[in-house]
């Protein structure tokens, strides 16, 4: 049934935040997977995490974020509309409609609520494998990282429906699954 966003319920932050607990177990199980399989291919790793800044942040995206990105990119852009955590706490993504949000305009949520997370690991990169950034442009780029986890943060805060600034750019809301 298609409905206005007007009748959506908003779900709250902690209900969001259940969810994304949940869904932290598959990304932890995942991580514990991967630190496992890397003993094996350490002497292939270690060349990729150590020649440069460049290397290093095209590993860890490849071998990290990708994965992440496109765990909840696909689920939350299919027909169940949600990721594992979302589903166990009965919420979902939909357009304003209530509707699917597609496997594009998920993409661009998922690019955008991740772009933090990216942007701090390239930071980190820069620091840990020294270049010719200026600590200036460290502590601006971490600036813009605190930014907008400040701003992601507090914008369900500050609007009805509880969207968050990147569910304002992929035109979805959060709502519960029967809604």
Known sequence: MVRSHEHLKSVSVSTRLYAFLWDYLIILGYLFMLTGVSFLFNPLLIPLFTA?????????????????FLYFAISEGSK??????????????ADMRGQSIGLGNSLL???VKFFPWELAHFTIWH??????????VIYSLFSIVYGLGFIYLISPLINKNRRTLYDFIAGSVIRYKDS
Not at 57 to 67: A, D, M, N, R
Not at 80 to 93: C, E
Not at 127 to 136: A, H, M, N, Q, R
């Open 52 to 68: 440069s800044p460049l290397s290093a942040e095209i590993t860890g995206f490849v071998l990290i974020t990708l994965p992440v």
């Open 80 to 93: 169940s509309q949600a990721t594992w955590g979302k589903r166990k706490v009965g919420i979902l993504v």
């Open 127 to 136: 620091i840990v494998i020294p270049t010719g950034y200026s600590d200036t």
């Open 109 to 111: 949520r998922s690019a």
